[in-house]
């Protein structure tokens, strides 16, 4: 289905999965805003891709500036959520609840933030990113479940509360994106092999599928209310012991 004619806002647009989604909306012909907060980052990727593509600095974090963005009279149809950031990731006993709270600012308030500024602007879809951490179960990741949990449990209310508007969420478990860029590469090597070896699929994942589930979420209008998994099978019950 083309998209010409449609405009789409990426908050988190200028690398990864916000990057990869931007390509493929712009592939299919709408006209695509990216934002992020680093302007050479934003540029390069504004670059790299083919299509109507712009680039604008505003950081998500702060009320000020996306007050500002919004108060442009500039209209969107879909709205991609995909900013990332903070710690609260290791194990309960010794989690810094401080670097938690961190966590909780710099994901969940701006994309929370900003999808309520975004409001009279918005006419179709709204899609967050969150993480697979909010149903996996896994060690040392209780901090990073709240954060995306809490996301996650506010699709559905939120998807019935602003219809017609359509609200879903994207799930994404492993994947190879500059948010691992923090992880010295030994170390991310060994982490990305160990995750390979546990999952289903026999590896980890590449920004363009959880980009793909994005492209479907925001076009596919009788999607809404969803969290929809990308995760290479990390929440499946393996059923081993
Ligand atoms: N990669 C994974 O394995 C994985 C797994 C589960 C969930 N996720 C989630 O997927 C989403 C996308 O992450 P990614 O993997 O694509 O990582 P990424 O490449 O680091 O992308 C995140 C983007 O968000 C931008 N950003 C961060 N804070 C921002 C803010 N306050 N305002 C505006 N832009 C901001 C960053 O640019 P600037 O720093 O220049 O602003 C960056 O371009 C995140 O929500 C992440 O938590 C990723």
Known sequence: MSLTGQRVLIMGGGSGIGAAAAALFAARGAEVVITGRTPDRLDAAAASIEGKVTARRVDAAS??????FFAEDVSYDHLVLAVSGGSGAGPFAGLDLDALRGAFEAKVFPQLRVLQAALPRLTASATLVTASSARAALPGTAGLAAVNGALEAAVRPLAVELAPLRVNAVS???IDTPWWDAVPAERRAAMF?????ALPVGRVGRPEEPAEAIVFAATNGFVTGQVIEVNGGLTLPTGRP
């Open 193 to 197: 092999a160990a995750s390979a070896a």
């Open 172 to 174: 994404p478990g492993v």
């Open 63 to 68: 009320e000020r500036e996306v007050a500002d």
